[in-house]
């Protein structure tokens, strides 16, 4: 079975910390995401990468920044978090995206205080 | 920006009965594609319907796709109190490599 590891499940962070998000992907998959859902608006995505070194910003980049320094992980990086950056965070893997599905993995829980 | 719209909002129904949830989009496609999520958990892919296809079945579930208006439904026949969970559409354009999601359909199935 794919398996999309985040590597922590709940977080509280005071603001203006830095945060990282770390993922791992474990089935040699090319594309990699962050994903941030809140009630209402469902998923937007902030970053993906589509080969290690390599990044796209995605529809709500602001705030963030990420790193591939390997295939396998993909990193979610708030230089400064603020509160508004309260948030379910979701990394996810596919191959290629327009005719495989992609892969989730569970989440990570956010909270700035 | 989001691409697919779900509708209803939120669906609740009795144990046995058919849910159908609906999402329409906005520009071309190459595919459309229905997750699952439960509470505080990732998202689980369904199905995936390509834009030349009309329909399509998995187990339970049925995927209609209508390009002319960019509109797709998701149907769950006899559903269960296990099927309570977040529906979301996601489609990939035709120019992009990038899946875009919806608000999502919360479904609550009484037993």
């Known amino acids: 079975d794919v398996k999309v590891t985040q590597s922590s499940r709940y977080l509280v962070k005071r603001t203006g910390e830095k945060v990282f998000l770390e993922c791992v992907q474990d089935m040699d998959h090319e594309n990699m995401f962050w994903y941030r859902q809140d009630p209402g608006l469902g998923l937007r995505l902030i970053y993906f990468s589509y080969d290690v070194k390599m990044k796209e910003k995605g529809d709500i980049p602001e705030g963030y920044s990420v790193s591939r320094e390997k295939k396998e992980r993909f990193s979610l990086i708030l230089e400064s978090a603020s509160t508004n950056q309260t948030s379910m965070y979701l990394c996810?893997?596919?191959?290629?995206?327009?005719?495989?599905?992609?892969?989730f993995g569970e989440g990570s829980w956010l909270t700035v205080v | 920006s989001q691409q697919g719209e779900e509708d209803p909002q939120a669906l609740s129904i009795q144990e046995g009965e058919n849910a159908t949830m609906n999402c329409s989009y906005k520009?071309?496609?190459?595919?459309l594609q229905w997750y699952r999520q439960n509470s505080g958990r990732g998202l689980v892919h369904l199905i995936l319907i390509r834009s030349n296809e009309r329909e399509k079945h998995s187990g339970r579930l049925r995927v209609t796709l209508d390009t002319s208006k960019k509109s797709s439904s998701l149907l769950i026949t006899a559903s269960r109190a296990a099927d309570t969970a977040s529906y979301f559409c996601?489609?990939?354009?035709?120019?992009?490599?990038?899946?875009?999601f919806g608000a999502g359909t919360i479904l609550r199935v009484k037993s």
């Open positions: 520009t071309s496609i190459n595919n």
């Open positions: 996810a893997s596919s191959f290629i995206q327009r005719r495989n599905t992609i892969y």
């Open positions: 996601a489609t990939v354009s035709r120019e992009g490599n990038k899946l875009v």
